[in-house]
Each structure stands twice: as structure tokens, then as C-alpha cells.
């Protein structure tokens, strides 16, 4: 069949009336249409380039936007010289959006000297009406722009674009809908984040992953189990539980469960090794779960456990809904269940009010607790959230001054804390061939440190027994025990 896609109005409407309305049928159907008139126009296979920005929420909707593109006849490129490129925004904090532009104005560059190619914006950051405002005004090369709650629809939307030649705008302020079972591309073969609920309901007040991301739901239990058992049976070892606030997980579901059971029903999947999970709150994580990760021989002895503050007053107006002494009790008791876990966390400074004495008190619990690491964040000001219009802004240089006392301190502490298995002969997953020595690989303990050891690429994906001979700070070097 040769498809007059110039001649767009009769082909278009056709294509329409035939279209399946359930999904993910619908999507199947319009990933095999984009593929006929990319064949017709590209001559064959198309080319596309993904740039993602921010968390692992976005990395993981980029390889479902992979998956889709492949099945739609494109091809993956390694830069944005291609026919389609697509930004996946992320808007948390303000330097987050200024990268986005920065590449916006590169690619323009390169359409203009090809043509035919494609540019796509979708993401968290297009969830601002302000955002898509601006590129509809100034950045009129922009193929098509979409939101986070309708990633699923790139096809229908690249099928749109292509047939009616113009701007396609597609963002919706939120859904109720988890579209299952589209195909997905993954990066790494042996390891896999899985999405388990999506959206926050929390507000913390500087915050605005709940506007752009919607409100929290669950997947059902039994999807994200089939969805392991499946990753498992193509040779993935290691999964990364993914959510906002996993441990509020479950409790909106028709037959509610908790997070820990979950956990429990991941566990006896045969063939994963091991299970890690993002991000918890602390103001939400059980005894329950404590439990089950000291039971467990699969969930990696790790928690990346956001503080954002050491000081009550601030946490308050951060609406955190836990105080400093609450939060040390909960590292207490997580650490007398295990004493060998290895805590990560996020801090923000320069919160609006935030005085010399609140900021000694972050100092304080980074000296009590000894994280293994710490990202440490400026506060950004994010209009629209209640942090925004808060009075008593901290100037500039009092903030850059604490930050830089923070990193010393955190960055002294983790290097001491790092150290603590040298010597020992550690489970590790191997990820990579090491870039920058040659007969070496790469790979992570369960607690995630990294170690470089001898070995080459057949040993990719697998779990091997090494023993660490020397601490480098913030990774080990070792050899392979047999
Ligand atoms: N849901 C996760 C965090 C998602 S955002 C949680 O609650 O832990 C990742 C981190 O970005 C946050 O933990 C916070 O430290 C930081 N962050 C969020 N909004 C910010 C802002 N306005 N300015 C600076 N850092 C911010
Ligand atoms: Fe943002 Fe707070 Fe939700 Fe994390 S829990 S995404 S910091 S609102
Ligand atoms: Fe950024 Fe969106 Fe994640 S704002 S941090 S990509 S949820």
C-alpha cells in the first residue's frame, strides 16, 4: 500500500475510524502506522535521540518512550544528530529547566540544516502552562509537546504531528489511568527500574513533583509481580522498586497492602537477586519494613532516606511532618535491626527562614547519622508552590557559604563511612566494562558502592564474590575470588 500522506485529510480520517479505542491495542496500532510513513518518508528506518533530565521516574518513562519508537520504526541514535528528538524535562529545581533551553537552542541549529527532523518536548517540566507558553511562542520549531501523564501516546501524537503539519500540544493535568503492557526498551539488560505507584500526595512546601506528576496512585500488586516475573524470565537479576514515597505505597488500592508485603511477594520471584526501592519518606516508613528488609536475603542492605533538614522548625514549614528527633530515632532503630546498612539522603539548603542556628542543626544530624552519601541541593524557588510566597528569603552568599560547609563536611564524613568493608569479600553485580582501564569491569555492592576489579565482559550481569584490597574514598578497587 502506498499512503498519500499528503493528500492527509482522507488518509487521516480512515486511519481514525479504524483506530482500536482500548489500549494499549490503540498505541500498537498507531506505532504500525507511524512506521508505514516513516518508511514512505524517511526512506526506510528513522533515526531518535532521547535526552533525559532528572530523576529515575524519567529515565524510566524514557525507556518506555524507547520502546515505543522502536516499535514504530525508528532506530536509536547516539546524539541529537537525528530525525526525531525528544527532551524528557525535568522542572525540580530551576537549573533543572535552563539546561532544557540551552539544548533547545542546538537543536535548532541542527534543524535547520535538516529539515525533516522532529522535535519533541515532554516531561515534568511541561506540566507548566508557563513552560509550554514559551516554547509555543518562542521556540515555533517544536514539533510536539506533551506532559507526564500521556507518555503512552507518543505514537497517536507522532502520527497527529505527521499528518496534519502542525504543532501538536497534548498535556493533561492529571489522570486516573496506568496503561499496561507497552513495549519498553531497557538500558541495561541484567537490571530494571519498575514503576510501582506514580504521583505524590505529600506537598512538602518547596516541592512541585505533586503538581507535575499528579495525584499518588498505586499499581495493582499483581501487575508489578507479573511485570518482575517477566523481566526475570529475560534475564534480569536486580529490580529497583520505583515511587515518590514508596513507603505509602498500597494504601489507596481497592484491596489496600502495605509496602513491606509487597516487598514480601517480590522476594520469592526466582531469579531476581536483588530488590532496591526509591524513595521513601521518613515520616512513612514502618516497623513493618524494617522487618522485612533485616529478613530478607534479596532487598540490598540500603536506604536513601531524604532528610531535607535537621532543624524541626524548618521541617515544620517544609511540611515534612517529622521533627530532627524523630527522624534520629527511625535511623536508630534501622540501624539496630541492621547494622550494616548503608543510608543515603538529600538535603536541601537555604530554605526560606533557615537561620545559622537551623542550618547547625542539618550539620548535626549529618554528624550523628554518617551518611554513606549526601546530595545537597540549593534551594530553588518553584512558582506555585507555598514555599514560593514564604517572606525571609536567605540572601544569596549566606546560602552558597552554608552549602559549601555542608559538602566539606558531608564529603569528609563519607569518605571515612566508605571504607568499612575493606578487606571483606563482597557480593558484586557486574555493570560494565571499566572505561578507563582496560582488562578491568565495573559493578555495585548491595549497598550500591562501586568496585573495579580485573575481569572482562563475559562476567557482564553476573553476581561474583570479591574481595576488596583497596578503599578509594568513594569505591574500591579488588580482585575477583574463586
Ligand atoms: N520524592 C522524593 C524526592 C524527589 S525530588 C522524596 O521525597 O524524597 C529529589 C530531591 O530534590 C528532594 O529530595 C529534595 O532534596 C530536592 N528538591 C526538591 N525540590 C527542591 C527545591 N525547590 N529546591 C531545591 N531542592 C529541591
Ligand atoms: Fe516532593 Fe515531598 Fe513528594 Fe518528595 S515527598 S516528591 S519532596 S512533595
Ligand atoms: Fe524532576 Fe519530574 Fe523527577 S520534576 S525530579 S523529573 S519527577
Known sequence: MTIKTDDTNYYREKILREAPETEPERQLYFCERVREI??????????FHIETYGCQMNAKDSEKLAGLLLQAGFREAETENADFVLYNTCTVR??????????????????NKRPSMLVGICGCMMQEAEEVEKIKKSYRFVDIIFGTHNIFKLAELLFDRLTTGHMEVDVWEGTTEVV?????????????GVNIMFGCNNFCSYCIVPYVRGRERSREPEDIVAEIRKLAADGVVEVMLLGQNVNSYGKTLDSPISFAELLRRVEKIDGIERIRFMTSHPKDLSDE???VMKESKKICRHLHLPVQSGSTEILK???????????LDLVDRIRAAMPDISLTTDIIVGFPGETEEDFEDTLDVVRKVRYDSAFTFIYSKRSGTPAAAMENQVPEAAVKERFDRLLKEVQQIS?????????????????????????YVTGRMGNNT????PGDESLIGAIVDVYLEESKGFYYMGRQEV
Not at 516513516?38 to 533515526?47: D, F, H, L, M, Q
Open 289 to 291: 519494613l524494617i522487618q
Open 94 to 111: 530551576e537549573n533543572a529547566n535552563q539546561k532544557v533551553y540551552g539544548h533547545l537552542g542546538y537543536v535548532h541549529s541542527l534543524k
Open 180 to 192: 499496561e503492557d507497552l513495549p519498553a526498551e531497557r538500558k541495561y539488560p541484567f537490571k530494571s
Open 38 to 47: 516513516v518508511k514512505e518518508r524517511y526512506g526506510g528506518e528513522a533515526t
Open 317 to 327: 514549614k517544609m511540611n515534612r511532618r517529622y521533627t530532627k528527633e524523630q527522624y
Open 450 to 453: 562501586l568496585v573495579h576489579f
Open 415 to 439: 569518605s571515612e563511612v566508605c571504607c568499612r568493608d575493606l578487606h571483606t569479600v563482597q557480593p558484586v553485580l557486574v555493570e560494565e566494562k571499566n572505561s578507563h582501564m582496560d582488562g
